[in-house]
C-alpha cells in the first residue's frame, strides 16, 4: 500500500464517520426513558431486599438485552457505552452514581426507611440516567462528525 492508496482509505473511514453521524441513531425518547428505567429498577431493586432484588436485576437485565436487539434491528448497529472515545468518562461516572444510588438503597432498607425514601432514590436514578443518556447521544453524534475533536 502507497501513501495515496492509505490517505485513500483514510478518507473512506471519514467519510463513513460522516454518514453514520448525519444518519446514525436518532434516538427517540421513549429509548432514553426505557434505558433510564432499567437502570431505576436496577437500583430501586437494592431497597426491597434479596427477594426482589434478584427479579429486579433480570427485569433490568432483560431490558437492556432488549434495547439491544431493537436498536440492531431499528438502526443496524448497537453502540456499547463503553466504547472508547469522549463518551467514556460519562459512561463512567454513571456507573459511580448509579452505585452510589444503589449503597442508598442498601441504607433506607437496613435503616428501616419508607417506600417513599427507596422510591425517590429511584425517581433520582431514573431522571439522571435519563439526562446521561440524552447527553451520552449527543456526545457521540459530535464525535462521529468531527466536531469533538
Known amino acids: 500500500m502507497d501513501v495515496r492508496e492509505a490517505r485513500a482509505a483514510l ?3 471519514d467519510a463513513a464517520r460522516l ?19 432499567a437502570i431505576a429498577v436496577m437500583v430501586a431493586g437494592q431497597g426491597f431486599g434479596p427477594k426482589f432484588a434478584i427479579p429486579m436485576l433480570v427485569a433490568a437485565i432483560a431490558g437492556i438485552a432488549w434495547l439491544t ?9 448497537f453502540v456499547s457505552g463503553y466504547r ?30 419508607s417506600i417513599t425514601v427507596k422510591l425517590a432514590i429511584a425517581a433520582g436514578a431514573f431522571a439522571i440516567a435519563f439526562g446521561t443518556s440524552l447527553l451520552w447521544t449527543r456526545l457521540y453524534q459530535r464525535e462521529l462528525s468531527g466536531r469533538a475533536r
Open 19 to 37: 454518514a453514520l453521524a448525519r444518519t446514525g441513531p436518532a434516538y427517540p425518547l421513549w429509548r432514553h426513558a426505557a434505558f433510564a428505567a
Open 11 to 13: 478518507d473512506e473511514i
Open 84 to 113: 472508547w472515545g469522549r463518551t467514556l468518562p460519562l459512561t463512567l461516572g454513571l456507573v459511580v452514581v448509579m452505585l452510589g444510588a444503589m449503597a442508598a438503597e442498601n441504607h433506607a432498607r437496613s435503616a428501616g426507611l
Open 69 to 77: 436487539t431493537d436498536d440492531r434491528k431499528r438502526y443496524g448497529l
